[in-house]
Nanobody, 121 residues
Framework: QVQLVESGGGLVQPGGSLRLSCAAS????????IGWFRQAPGKEYEGVSCIGLSDDDTHYLDSVKGRFTISRDNKRMYLQMNSLKPEDTAVYVC????????????????WGQGTLVTVSS
């Protein structure tokens, strides 16, 4: 069964850090472009960070550059989030994409259920 399952979300104070993890089953992550997307309350999904078929091909939302780092191995992908801000509060979803490169929500092929990240004092 092809599946992605996220973990690592939670409540963190502004300036804090969280590491999201996403476990894949039924396929290997190095065969796809993969990424993290988020949906803040009342907003549409946006691409936070993605890796293309080549690990050198990374994409970051402008607002998270320098704070978030994406990585992967065959069966897991990660999103290290540092210096978190209240505006990072959202449901974060990991996904495998149908394209070789890019970070567009419309290109999701397989996705998880999401994990909630709340940044608040």
């Amino acid at each position: 069964q092809v599946q992605l399952v996220e973990s690592g979300g939670g409540l963190v104070q502004p300036g804090g850090s969280l590491r999201l993890s996403c476990a894949a089953s039924g396929f290997t992550l190095d065969s796809y472009s993969i990424g993290w997307f988020r949906q803040a309350p009342g907003k549409e999904y946006e691409g936070v960070s993605c890796i293309g078929l080549s690990d050198d091909d990374t994409h970051y939302l402008d607002s998270v550059k320098g704070r978030f780092t994406i990585s992967r191995d065959n069966k897991r992908m990660y999103l290290q989030m540092n210096s978190l801000k209240p505006e990072d509060t959202a449901v974060y979803v990991c996904a495998a994409l149908s394209i070789a490169s890019g970070c567009r929500f419309r290109d999701l092929l397989v996705w998880g259920q999401g994990t909630l990240v709340t940044v608040s004092s």
